[in-house]
């Protein structure tokens, strides 16, 4: 599986690790850090044969695409495993995102995640990633009493895979 995922600014990060590092405290679970998973959104996450076609998109993507500013504004879950931080759903956040996908819709044998494909998709930042039902209520808990709105900005778009998680290429963007 290969994600094509945004990335920030350091105050962002620092912001969004903040998070990840409370909930650990509190939970025990270190899913994040032990898996060096930087701070993110994943664009589209798609199946392809050939890593060399995956580049090009992302070449071609990034070329399409500038530095934008995002809001989180809310603390949700993707039950029971996962909790996340979610920005406003913008016009340029919406046009990265249908960018990737008409990108990799045009590939012979690439399979696109029904999760990532156009008004499919929810845009988010996760911080918390296989907890436990009761690491759930403690890692919400922490999030109810430290999380509130913010402001970042995207400056760069990469190619990963996952499990384990490993960077393939990152691009800045202008």
Not at 33 to 40: A, D, Q, R, V, W
Not at 42 to 48: H, W
Not at 123 to 140: C, D, I, N, S, Y
Not at 142 to 149: A, E, H, L, S, Y
Request: hydrophobic share 35%.
């Amino acid at each position: 599986m290969y994600h094509i995922s945004i990335y920030f600014d350091e105050d962002t990060n620092q912001k969004i690790r903040n998070h990840i590092n409370q909930i650990e405290k509190v939970t025990g679970n270190v899913h994040m850090t032990e898996g060096n998973i930087p701070p993110h959104i994943t664009l589209s996450v798609f199946n392809i044969s050939d890593e060399k076609i995956a580049k090009k998109v992302l070449e071609m993507v990034a070329k399409r695409l500038e530095k934008c500013e995002l809001n989180w504004v809310s603390v949700g879950t993707f039950l029971p495993y996962v909790l996340y931080i979610a920005p406003v759903l913008n016009q340029q956040l919406h046009h990265m995102s249908m960018t990737v996908y008409e990108e990799l819709k045009k590939l012979e044998n690439v399979e696109i995640s029904k999760y990532y494909r156009p008004f499919q998709w929810l845009p988010h930042t996760t911080v918390g990633k296989k907890l436990t039902k009761e690491q759930m209520g403690k890692a919400f808990d922490v999030m109810q009493k430290q999380f509130g709105p913010f402001k970042g900005t995207v400056t760069s778009i990469g190619l990963a895979k996952t499990n384990p998680y490993k960077n393939i290429a990152i691009v800045d963007l202008d």
